[in-house]
Nanobody
């Protein structure tokens, strides 16, 4: 049974930083593509950043240059470093795992609130 547990969310002032973590269990983590998505109130969930099993990354235009996704396969963990945060980054952030066998899993989400 695959489980994803996010942590690191919270309240921060505009211009501040947060680092989100997502620990995976029950999967072959090193073979999975990992992603972070977010959903703001009244809006659809959107992709923020992804990292492949090989370490290639891709970002939404709105976070390029401010957010960095990384992974530590030894710890089965994916990170999202968020710098220069803006109020519009306020959302629930979800970790997503796309496994080698084409299955997709989601964490429970962690709230990020950026005050102006």
């Amino acid at each position: 049974q695959v489980q994803l547990v996010e942590s690191g969310g919270g309240l921060v002032q505009a211009g501040g930083s947060l680092r989100l973590s997502c620990v995976a269990s029950g999967s072959i983590f090193s073979l999975s593509a990992m992603g972070w998505h977010r959903q703001a109130p009244g809006k659809q969930r959107e992709l923020v950043a992804v990292i492949t099993s090989g370490g290639a990354t891709n970002y939404a235009d709105s976070v390029k240059g401010r957010f960095t996704i990384s992974r530590d396969n030894a710890k089965n963990t994916v990170y999202l470093q968020m710098n220069s945060l803006k109020p519009e980054d306020t959302a629930v952030y979800y970790c997503n795992e796309n496994s080698w066998d084409k299955l997709s899993y989601w964490g429970q989400g962690t709230q990020v609130t950026v005050s102006s």
